[in-house]
Structure formats: C-alpha cells, structure tokens
C-alpha cells in the first residue's frame, strides 16, 4: 500500500503545483463573503423594519438553506473540475508511462489518486459547508438541523461524483470525460427537481422520471437528503419552499448511491488496468 500513499501525496502536491487547490479554496472563501454580506444586509433591514421574530427566523432559515445548496453545488463542480484531467489527460499526454512503468500496481494508483482527491474534497467540504453555519449562526443565531448528517451526505455526493469521473476518464479523453460526468449530474438536477414538483402536481408520471433519473445518477438525491436532514419539521413542511419534504429520498436510496460509488470505483480500477496505455 505504500504507492497508494505516495500517489496520494502526488496528487495533492500537484492540485497545489497546478494553483487548483489555492482557486478552490479561493472561490469557497468568496463565496463565504458574499453570503456573509447578504445576511448582514438582511438583519439590518429586519432591524429597521422591526420584523415579527417567527419570520426573521423562517426567512434566514431560507437563506441558509440556499447557502448550503449553493456549497453543494460548488463541491460538485470542483470535484469533477479538479478530477476531471487526472487519468485521460495523463494517458493522452503520455505522462501516465513516467508512473505505470514504475514497480507499483496500476490498481494502488488510481486508489491513490482517489486518496488524494477525497482528502481535497474533505478540506474543501470542511470549509465551505462549516463556514456557512458558522457566519449564518454567528450573524443571525441560526442553525441547521443534524448538521453533520447534511455535510457527511454531500461529502457521499462528492465521492459518487469522483468515481465516476475517474472512471469515465479510463475510457474517454479529458473533454468527453468532463461532459459526460457534467451532463448526468445535469441530468440528476433537473430529475430532481421534477420529482419534487411531482409532490406539488401529484404526477406519478413525473415521480417516475424523477426515480429513472435518481437511479442512472444518484447525486442529486443525495442532497435532497441532506436537506430533509438538515430543515426543521415546520420548514419542511411550508409548501412554498423549493426544500419542501414533497418527495424525500429514502435510506434506500442512499444505500443505492454508496453501490453506485463502490461499482464505479472498482469498474475504474478494472478497466485501469487491463487498458493499453
């Protein structure tokens, strides 16, 4: 085990080398100001209108939520940004013969290369998804529900979303991979959604979409998830709210998306290493 190690401690160094550890961690830290600045607005214009305190607390609640969708987004994007180079760009540039060539078994490779990437989404996840609830608790008093059950569920999301991409990317070149594994969790999003909006329409023809979508890529019912995690029974329950518990995904489902995962990983793995390079 000691390559998966070394390719690890590669692959961070590089994401370094490569100025994208510093972006991301950039983007998340701006993204933290605006949201800071957004909810500081907000509460001095609560002050000056002297708003009844049940909806100030509903409204920031709102607002948190939609800063946590947001996160999930951003850790989304940068996981398949930041992986989506890694295998196809170093098999189409050649580099990948300077490391393969070496005694160390393709397999421990690419789990090193896994390796160094969750620990990435780790820190990234650690900071956007705790930096929100620490300005939006800090600013306005309020928190999620089961917080830590909500950052675990996209930290899962990211992870899903990473196997795939690593394993697209033992097939397909840099570009291809990018757009595939963007297009499905494109097609999870609006999935999703319509599942949602089957709660409100009561379409069974649209609840079935939704599961079709849910089960080709499960990454966005995972955040569904989340979110029921992470809102108050009441706020779950107000049918005008985008989070509203309308259709929530089932433990089931989650147990699906950790299959999911592990498939893909060892899929990659396999095709890794009975590849032509």
């Known amino acids: 085990?000691?390559?998966c190690w070394v390719m690890a401690g590669i692959t961070f160094r590089e994401a370094a080398r490569k100025k994208i550890l510093w972006t991301a961690l950039l983007a998340g830290l701006g993204f933290l100001l605006l949201f800071g600045l957004a909810l500081h607005f907000q509460m001095k214009d609560f002050d000056a209108r002297s708003t009844a305190p049940f909806i100030r607390y509903e409204v920031l609640s709102s607002m948190l939520m939609i800063g946590l969708y947001v996160v999930d987004l951003l850790a989304v994007v940068m996981t398949i940004l930041t992986s989506v180079d890694t295998i196809s760009g170093e098999i189409n540039s050649g580099t990948i013969h300077a490391i393969a060539t070496k005694p160390v078994p393709r397999w421990q490779i690419l789990l090193g290369k896994w390796v160094g990437f969750v620990g990435m989404i780790a820190a990234f996840v650690a900071l956007t998804f705790g930096g929100t609830i620490a300005v939006a608790y800090g600013l306005s008093g309020v928190a999620p529900e089961n917080p830590v059950h909500g950052a675990l569920l996209v930290f899962l999301e990211c992870?899903?979303?990473?196997?795939?991409?690593?394993?697209?990317?033992?097939?397909?070149?840099?570009?291809?991979?990018?757009?595939?594994?963007?297009?499905?969790?494109?097609?999870?999003?609006?999935?999703?959604?319509?599942?949602?909006m089957s709660g409100f329409t009561e379409s069974p023809r649209l609840v079935a979409v939704g599961i079709f979508t849910s089960l080709v890529m499960p990454s966005e019912s995972i955040w569904r998830r989340a979110a029921f995690e992470m809102q108050t029974p009441?706020?779950?329950?107000?049918?005008?709210s985008p989070f509203a518990n309308v259709s929530i995904p089932s433990g089931a489902m989650i147990g699906y998306a950790g299959f999911y995962l592990f498939v893909a990983f060892v899929i990659a793995i396999y095709h890794f290493g009975r590849r032509d390079l």
């Open 1 to 3: 085990m000691r390559g």
């Open 234 to 240: 009441l706020a779950g329950s107000l049918p005008f």
């Open 159 to 196: 992870l899903l979303v990473l196997s795939a991409t690593l394993m697209f990317g033992t097939w397909f070149s840099t570009l291809t991979n990018g757009v595939i594994v963007l297009g499905l969790h494109g097609l999870a999003f609006m999935g999703g959604w319509l599942e949602q």
